[in-house]
């Protein structure tokens, strides 16, 4: 896996580079001081696998790098920023993932990078958090039961009765950060029924999509869905 790291802080583009070096799984870290030399190292190297990047860099910050790239590149925000309006912000601009730094360890960097290059979603706690705090929760849609709690997202029991069998194995997926493909080639199941299941699901819970669904797991307002199904 070959990796591109933005940041402004010399520091960090070291420590990620001797880190991501020695880690074993990376073949490859090129590091940008900012937004644009990302940009130009992106042209010169196609090959990179996913691009971390920092909020803030001057000439060109991390968000103004995902308007480029993420269509076509997975991006992994790595940053001290963590207000939600920048989280929320970032998510929509197509970021794969976001990291706040100080909050998590080597292995959970690593598996970070390994889920958003096979198309998955990652946020770390801090995050997610800030997700939910800024209001990313949408109430649920027409389409939901009539007795449904209207807090129904922070009430994981009543969510593992509302899932089948099927909805919570494809929920499980999403919360391990598959991908809709990579849930289906576990499930035996089209990449489309897939999608089509998971909309069900938020219309049932009361979320928008999987970015508000990780998010509520990872406040703990939704407990393990397949929990006590014997899987």
């Not at 209001?135 to 007795?147: F, H, I, K, N």
Request: aromatic residues 2%.
């Amino acid at each position: 896996m070959k990796v591109l790291v933005a940041d402004d802080n010399p520091v960090v583009l070291r420590g990620m580079e001797v880190l991501l070096g020695d880690s074993g799984a990376v073949s490859g870290v090129l590091t940008a001081s900012d937004g644009e030399q990302a940009l130009a190292l992106l042209a010169e190297h196609p090959d990179v696998d996913v691009v971390c990047l920092d909020v803030r860099m001057p000439r060109l910050g991390g968000l103004g790098v995902l308007d480029e790239v993420a269509a076509s590149t997975p991006c992994l925000m790595l940053t001290h920023s963590e207000e939600s309006e920048v989280v929320a912000d970032a998510l929509a601009r197509g970021a794969r993932g976001y990291l706040v730094h100080g909050t998590f360890e080597v292995p959970e960097l690593l598996a970070a990078l390994h889920t958003c290059r096979a198309g998955g979603l990652v946020l770390g706690r801090v995050a997610a958090a800030a997700v939910l705090t800024g209001g990313a929760a949408r109430p649920p849609s027409s389409g939901a039961p009539a007795d449904l709690p209207e807090d129904a997202s922070t009430d994981g029991d009543r969510m593992r009765d509302l899932l089948t069998d099927r909805e919570a194995e494809i929920v499980d997926g999403v919360l391990q950060g598959l991908s809709n493909a990579a849930i289906g080639q576990r499930l035996y199941l089209s990449e489309k029924t897939v999608k089509n299941n998971l909309n069900r699901v938020y219309a049932k819970v009361g979320l928008g999509n999987r970015v508000e669904l990780v998010a509520a797991w990872h406040r703990r307002a939704v407990a393990p869905v397949s929990a006590g199904r014997g899987w």
